[in-house]
């Protein structure tokens, strides 16, 4: 491991987290929650939406725009649906709220759809749909996002990276876990190749006049000031390759979250006083969750499950290729790898969360 | 219009298809339905799944692997789902009447969702998902279909170009209606440029060895004879653009199809003898219908969605683009205009249509 990387065990890395949320008058429990999601994507190598990111919620929570102890509340509700409303809580303590709603809707009546409102980045997708999987059930998490994907023949970002997370259980076969950005790339790898001044692939991103561009540096300086330009949805520029697929399930991400909760939708998420002060952020998330056995028995369903695993593991390589993943696959082996080895965390990273501990008076 | 078209109109055409289809033995309303889900793809400018398939269904229907007047039974049903075996019907008929059942049961308990197998190829999965709207529901529509899509870092063809529709209601505006492959391209669009001699984009496909490569009449003739490559996921080749993305989305559908129904997935949905001799197909849908109302009024709903879909239209466009498109938006105004002014018909088709009429004893 380079000199670029400090390793750190799972397990005191989340204590420190969560002793940081306590300290910001987050309940322990709710803190928990929080630490655990930051951690598990470094663990699955998402580390973008990792402990990366705890200054963001230190700041979020001291300003005011997050709130410690939301008045979480189900504003509508059957037995198979909910609209939450977040309270301006963090977005994984009412991600998680959200999700088990859905579960417990879906063990008692089949399925059950969650839609939240009024929440805040809630972290990587994955957590919540990957709950679904303790019951056998399929699980389904989206969430809309800060804009930096433009649409097709666009030029102005208005969309989110809006993932699309989707679970489904096997039997001796791990789980497939689709976890996916409808984008062709995220901000955090724009960021990666800024930092080693690497020309960007064409077709990940737009200039300010909306035309292909190889520089990460400019592109990220425009989605921040809003200059015009942005990351392409998947399937890259115009139709060709389909972007107007990938413009497609961004818009329907942001539909079944902000437009079905009632929140904000496209550039709407981060409202502020007309002085330019950050109000509560309107960020919008959507859970599901379905039973298996409302169509066929679950022993039978897994088992054809672990059959198209094993079919399309087994199926003939392109050349110089050695092997075919299942979604979520290569997450799991990083995450058995990194909690027996422990998590390689830039220094950078490393000494900002000491920081925030010093400020906080948790040690690190 | 170039002489390599017949202007048709859509009733006297879905007048004909419905004739053959009668002639065929199938009940006069299974044969409406059939003819206008092909008539609405040849409306709606999918012409590769419109007339042009007629006769794939008649050698179908005349072979017996497909039947005229199936048993469908619902095998497993409880009031948010079903499972709905299809009895070799035409898929067009299996899958109608699976929407329908969704759709009642999203009526009366908020969420439908109705898993089909032993069916068909069903069409565009747009038509069943446009029935939702009707009522003001969410719909879905998924199919698995035969194999032309390669794994991610594979070479051989193991899936569908399994397409996703979901519609949306709107007020004032248009409907939302994706209606997506989740490959990079269609078979369709291959054969296009194989009549053209022209050359594929690269990113599209791969050849024998699972390499990228442009030449679509070989590709072509590879998927047939399963010589190895075939058409790439939706982000293309490898995961630099998001490939391992679109494979997600391919396999997810072929997972909720059929997997959930306990029908043929990957490269099993259409059996033969040990002779070779074709069986009835394993092909398998998923339909889903729900409730807006579950979750927020409908009419709260629905104006946010015109101010979603009038922002995404108004911001600001690439330089050297006029419009910015909403999903559905370019095939409901190519329908008004077919319509009014009659649809362009290939030639080929056109001949290929009274050739089975003359068979089957019906004028066109």
Known sequence: MSEEFKIVWAEPLTDFC?????????PAKDAFTTAEVLVLADLRGIDSHGVARLRRYYTGLKSG???????????HETPISALLDGGAALGQVAGKRGMEIAI????????????????????????????????????????NSDVYVVPTFGR??????????????AMGERPFVLDMSTAVATLGKLEVYSRMAKKLPLG???????????????VIANIRSKAGGGILPLGGEGEEFGGHKGYGLDVLVDILCGVLSGSGYLNLLYPKTPEGKPLPSLVAHFFG??????????????????????RLKSSAK???????YIHGEKEFE?????????????????EDLKAIGAEVGVTF
């Open 65 to 75: 725009v997050m709130v410690p102890r939301p008045e979480m509340k189900i504003v």
């Open 318 to 324: 392109a050349e110089g290729q050695q092997r075919i």
């Open 156 to 169: 102005e970002v208005m969309l989110g990276t809006n993932p699309i997370s989707v679970t489904v259980p």
């Open 204 to 218: 990940w991103v737009t200039d300010e006049k909306g035309w292909s561009c190889d520089d990460p540096t400019r």
């Open 289 to 310: 969750a379905l039973r298996v056995d409302y169509f066929r028995s679950v022993e039978e369903f897994k088992r054809d499950m672990d059959d198209l695993i094993r």
């Open 334 to 350: 990083l995450e058995e790898r990194y909690r027996k080895e422990g998590i390689p965390l830039y220094y950078k990273v490393y």
């Open 18 to 26: 969560q002793k940081v949320f306590e300290k910001m008058g987050i």
């Open 104 to 143: 417990e809707k879906a063990l008692k009546n089949g399925a059950g759809f969650v839609a939240v409102r009024n929440s805040n980045h809630y972290g990587i997708a994955g957590y919540y749909s990957l709950m679904a999987l303790k019951q056998d059930l399929i699980g389904i998490s989206l969430t």
